[in-house]
């Protein structure tokens, strides 16, 4: 017996949101930035995963993860950065961290805070 995709995050909407993709549009020919992109992803789960603080380097600031889950075949790649709005548990900018993985059910991806 199988589930549908959304019976499996159907407990956490409640927890999901709609998040900004922001996209670098890279450099043209002669090394200048180009116009970048930006587009929505409706129904994100967004979720803690961890923080840490630099034990031997006192000077740097604690680094916090999270992760997401959304759509099979979510347009976010690498080298994104998600915005999850103002009023969620996760609020602020994260990036991408390492490639996003595309499941039959969704899509998970990395987060580390911008």
Not at 7 to 34: C, E, H, N, Q
Not at 43 to 57: F, G, K, R, T, Y
Request: charged letters at 20%.
């Amino acid at each position: 017996m199988s589930l549908p995709a959304s019976s499996i995050t159907a407990m956490f909407d409640g927890w999901k949101t709609d998040v900004l993709v922001k996209r670098s549009g890279g450099r043209d020919a002669k090394g200048d930035p180009t116009p970048g992109s930006e587009h929505t992803l409706p129904n994100w789960l967004i979720v803690p995963s961890e923080s840490s603080e630099p034990i031997a380097d006192r000077a740097e600031d604690a680094s916090t993860s999270a992760v997401g889950y959304g759509e099979v075949g979510a347009d976010v790649k690498s080298t994104d950065r998600v915005i999850v709005p103002a009023g969620h548990l996760m609020a602020g900018t994260y990036e991408v961290n390492g490639d996003p993985a595309f499941y039959p059910l969704g899509t998970v991806v990395g987060l580390r805070r911008a």
